[in-house]
């Protein structure tokens, strides 16, 4: 395919529009190529592409699964997290490939990082190994929700399932359709630990919803609710209850 973009013979009259057009379109083939080197699939060629937004250390030796490619938080969106949190304990109840876990580490006194999946546990480690953070954090193959009574910590950080890249395709993302429970039991779990608890959400999730977790407390918490952008597009949503809400910036 290359080889045909290069020969195809223009006309000496062709603006320099086109053929930089022409250009542009080798180079793409090319990075495409090296992420079918690297064994990412088709499906994901489109995250990859943006893999330095993801991990800025990505060439040093990070490691993601297919899923891990549509879910981790972008890096800029991980350090912001981090960077609201209290210095204290943070528990990162759905790690997965660590994304957030990682910052944490970098800015927080503790990290406890929990994910379900064996396998996701041996990515974020891997991945922290390459921040050179691991041993600020305490990684767990565990289900939160069993877990969640005996968790000692100062900040919760809930970054659920959301249910995969076809979240984009609901107009309104309601608190019922987290998984693997709604919203609103999981702010009830979470609450048992600590009332300072981020949430990073869709950026279609039902705002009048994640306000009504803030009454969910006597007296209400504090809520601050954060649009999260990377290069002028619209990742998710982010909420911040409880002292989060007024900590200062840098733990
Ligand atoms: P999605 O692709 O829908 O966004 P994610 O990959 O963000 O889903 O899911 C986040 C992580 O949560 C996954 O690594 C998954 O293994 C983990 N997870 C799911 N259920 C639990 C649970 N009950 N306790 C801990 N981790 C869980």
Request: proline letters at 6%; charged letters at 25%; one cysteine or more.
């Amino acid at each position: 395919m290359l080889s045909h973009i290069t020969k195809t013979s223009n006309p000496p009259s062709l603006c320099r529009r086109k053929k930089q057009k022409c250009r542009t379109r080798r180079v793409k083939i090319i990075r495409n190529r090296k992420a079918t080197k690297e064994g990412v699939s088709s499906l994901v060629q489109k995250y990859w592409l943006q893999r330095y937004n993801l991990f800025s250390k990505y060439d040093e030796g990070i490691k993601l699964d297919e899923e891990g490619w549509f879910s981790v938080t972008p890096e800029e969106i991980a350090i912001r997290h981090a960077e609201k949190c209290a210095n204290g304990v943070v528990i990162d109840c759905f790690s997965g490939a660590g994304g957030n876990s990682i910052q944490f580490a970098k800015k927080c006194r503790r990290v406890v990082a929990i994910d379900i999946n064996p396998e996701k546990v041996v990515l974020a480690m891997n991945n922290a190994k390459v921040y050179g953070v691991e041993e600020y954090i305490d990684f767990i193959v565990g289900d939160f929700f069993q877990l969640a009574p005996s968790l000692k910590g100062d900040v919760v950080f809930l970054s659920p399932p959301w249910g995969g890249p076809s979240y984009k395709d609901i107009q309104s993302f309601t608190l019922d359709l987290l998984k693997p429970i709604d919203g609103y039991s999981m702010f009830q779990v979470a609450q048992v630990i600590a009332p300072n608890i981020i949430m990073f959400l869709p950026r279609n999730i039902d705002l009048n919803q994640v306000e009504e977790l803030s009454w969910l407390s006597s007296p209400p918490l504090d809520l601050e609710i954060e649009f999260n952008y990377v290069h002028n597009n619209l990742k998710g949503v982010t909420a911040y209850f409880g002292d989060v809400v007024a900590a200062p910036l840098g733990c």
